[in-house]
């Protein structure tokens, strides 16, 4: 049992889940009150549960597969609880998926749903954990795969790289990026042809992830 002097802290773990559709960056959110107010996903600590564990939790129940990409951000300031009995301290995780891997609950006033960065209405503090998390997704996706688990298994090149450019927030000189791409043997060209956008279509590309683990190449973009 706690001393006197012992400082209790109520821990919980909060997810900012980002997907890619329609062109753009999506943020996952429910509505928390008739105000309208955006919340996060976000689950309490419990027992021997870890910190990585619980945010894994969430993404569980979430989502249809675990195909995504999840990273530990920043751990808010402590703030005094309502009845003044401690503290309540928050870690916040990134998660990286696909839009079509939310479990969808139509008929749940409580379910989450998917909406555009840009257009996001987010508090103060929401809005400096979504640059934060962006911030750390910037320094991340030139060095490592990240980009991927949001995208489909196959993808255009400008479909890429206008995911890129996004996250980036800056333009992608087209022909480095493409000789880059056509560098590295994990990133690899399908027989099939994306007609959507003209009439003579592009092709498809797939990422290999276990070519890309046995691959010397080093991932840089």
């Keep these: 049992m706690p001393s006197s002097n012992s400082t209790l802290y109520q821990v919980s773990v909060c997810c900012l889940f980002f997907g ?3 062109n753009e960056l999506k943020l996952l ?12 996903p976000e689950a309490k600590l419990h027992g021997d ?52 891997d939310l479990i969808t609950e139509d008929d749940e006033p409580d379910s989450y749903y998917w909406i555009s960065l840009n257009q996001a209405n987010l508090s103060g503090e929401q809005k400096m954990q979504v640059e934060t998390a962006l911030k750390r997704i910037r320094r991340k996706i030139g060095i490592r795969p990240i980009a991927f688990y949001l995208l489909p298994k196959l993808f255009t090149l400008s479909q890429l790289q206008h995911l890129y450019e996004l996250i980036l927030n800056i ?17 690899q060209q399908t027989e099939l042809i994306d007609k959507s956008s003209s009439k003579r279509g592009a092709h498809l590309y797939a990422f290999n992830m276990e070519m890309f683990r046995r691959s010397r190449i080093v991932f840089k973009l």
């Design 20 to 22: 890619y559709k329609d």
């Design 29 to 40: 959110v429910r509505d928390a009150d008739k105000s309208g107010r955006y919340c996060f």
């Design 49 to 100: 549960n870890s910190l990585y564990g619980t945010a894994c939790g969430i993404a569980g129940r979430l989502l249809k597969t675990n195909d995504y990409y999840i990273k530990q951000i920043r751990a808010g300031d402590p703030k005094e609880t309502e009845n003044h009995e401690g503290f309540q301290l928050s870690v916040t995780y990134y998660v990286l998926t696909l839009c079509d």
């Design 171 to 187: 333009p992608v000189d087209k022909r480095n990026f493409r000789k880059r791409i056509c560098e590295m043997n994990y990133i």
